[in-house]
């Protein structure tokens, strides 16, 4: 099976614009989160999705928001880009057979001056 | 508040010495905990994960200790090879919680020739 795949890798963003990212599961799993990684905070959960349902969010604020499509891809939108958002993004699918493990994409890097 | 401790922040360990890693966590509802392994440019790769009914669990060169009295979990690599030179990440959830991983703040790892 293909693993969890994120495009795009790089994006490079200016303060105040805002910025969509992609994410595909692997094949079958139903549920997908995002992850915030940076070198001063490390890895922070940004919400969960399941069934195009938003079923857990962190403690970001309302610029970042996502969604989840039928065929279980997601996106995140990050709104009126600050430059602490300068950050690896990093997506996970998880089977909805009832098992924690959690499987990460390569992650975006996104770069905000 | 940072619900998952992970120490030592960086590790330096020879060929074929024993590395030890170490998580406390403060959440007792925790119930799923994961190691994750990553490389530069790369997501976290599930290396090995434990449940607290059990106080430990190997797979190849990779052992977890659980101390649920403690609240500690620890990963022990075996045999280090210069190839495991990378960054851990020990990591908690809670069962009605999902996806929603909680993080420690990592460990460099470099395994010396």
């Known amino acids: 099976k293909a693993g969890v795949t994120q495009t795009p890798r790089y994006l490079i963003k200016t303060r105040g614009q805002q910025v969509t990212l992609s994410c595909s599961p692997i094949s079958g799993h139903r549920s997908v989160s995002w992850y915030q990684q940076t070198p001063g905070q490390g890895l922070q959960f940004l919400f969960e999705?399941?069934?195009?349902?938003?079923?857990n969010k962190g403690n970001f604020p309302g610029r970042f928001s996502g969604r989840q499509f039928s065929n279980s891809r997601s996106e995140m939108n990050v709104s009126t880009l600050e430059l602490g958002d300068s950050a690896l993004y990093l997506c996970?699918?998880?089977?909805?057979?009832?098992?924690?493990?959690?499987?990460f994409g390569p992650g975006t890097r996104l770069t905000v001056l | 508040q940072q619900q998952v401790k992970q120490s030592p922040q960086s590790l330096i360990v020879q060929k074929g010495g024993i590395s030890i890693i170490n998580c406390a966590y403060e959440n007792t509802a925790f119930d799923y905990f994961p190691w994750y392994q990553q490389f530069p440019g790369k997501g976290p790769a599930l290396l090995i994960a434990?449940?607290?009914?059990?106080s430990e669990k190997k797979e190849g060169r990779f052992t977890i200790s659980f101390n649920k009295s403690a609240k500690q979990f620890s990963l022990h690599i075996m045999d280090s090879q210069p190839g495991d030179s990378a960054t851990y990440f020990c990591?908690?959830?809670?069962?009605?919680?999902?996806?929603?991983?909680?993080f420690g703040g990592g460990t460099r790892l470099m395994v010396k020739p």
């Open positions: 996970a699918s998880r089977s909805s057979q009832g098992i924690n493990e959690q499987f």
């Open positions: 434990i449940r607290p009914d059990v």
């Open positions: 990591a908690a959830s809670r069962g009605n919680a999902g996806n929603m991983l909680t």
């Open positions: 999705y399941f069934s195009e349902t938003q079923r």
